[in-house]
């Protein structure tokens, strides 16, 4: 049955961990669109990183709640988690698509230069709208023929990574600032990333 929102976001990711620049630059995208709600997607194996492991979705997961908690505009889907395997956008998409009318897919620019490479690019195209997160340092000389057709929308400059955050933990070096308090509190209580 379809819900009675006029546009919905989907933003996918390892999200490991969670960090403030996902928040941040995502909250910002929902504002400038008109978003009704973002969903955030973690997904259970990423086509990319199919030669390095995530941590246990269980964490990953109970990061983004905490991460979440109040903010009533983010929602988490466990569709990729739940349906196993690589987790593919277009699969999403289509889950998705059964849902609600109008569906904005947010991705990064560095995302959106591979975009040829993703599975089934024209469908996900014809499904969502492709918005792209472009920030003042992306600039590339690569393109792609799906480029054009994206909607590009400007966000915050925050030069934040989840192997930055991992790096740091490893290294036993502060990550304040880097993500919610509750999420670096999970990750020291769990021993997250030590590894």
């Not at 960090?19 to 194996?45: C, F, M, W």
Request: with cysteine; proline share 4%.
């Amino acid at each position: 049955m379809r819900k009675q929102l006029k546009r919905i976001g989907i933003y996918g990711g390892s999200f490991d961990p969670v960090h403030n620049g996902h928040l941040i630059t995502v909250s910002s995208v929902l504002e400038q669109r008109d978003l009704e709600k973002v969903y955030l997607v973690p997904a259970y194996i990423s086509p990319f990183k199919l030669d390095s492991k995530s941590s246990d979705e269980k964490h990953r997961i109970a990061m983004l709640k905490y991460a979440t908690s109040d903010l009533h505009y983010f929602d988490i889907s466990l569709f990729e988690i739940d349906k196993k395997g690589v987790s593919y956008t277009i699969d999403t998409l289509k889950h998705f698509q059964q849902l609600y009318d109008e569906i904005d897919l947010i991705i990064g620019y560095d995302n959106m230069v591979e975009f040829d490479k993703w599975k089934c690019p024209d469908e996900i195209m014809a499904i969502a709208n492709v918005v792209v997160m472009k920030r003042s340092i992306d600039n590339t000389e690569k393109s792609n023929e799906f480029m054009q057709s994206a909607t590009y929308v400007n966000t915050p400059t925050i030069d934040i990574s989840s192997t930055i955050i991992r790096e740091r933990v490893k290294n036993k070096l502060p990550v304040d600032s880097l993500v919610p308090d509750v999420v670096k509190d999970y990750i020291l209580k769990n021993k997250l990333y030590l590894d």
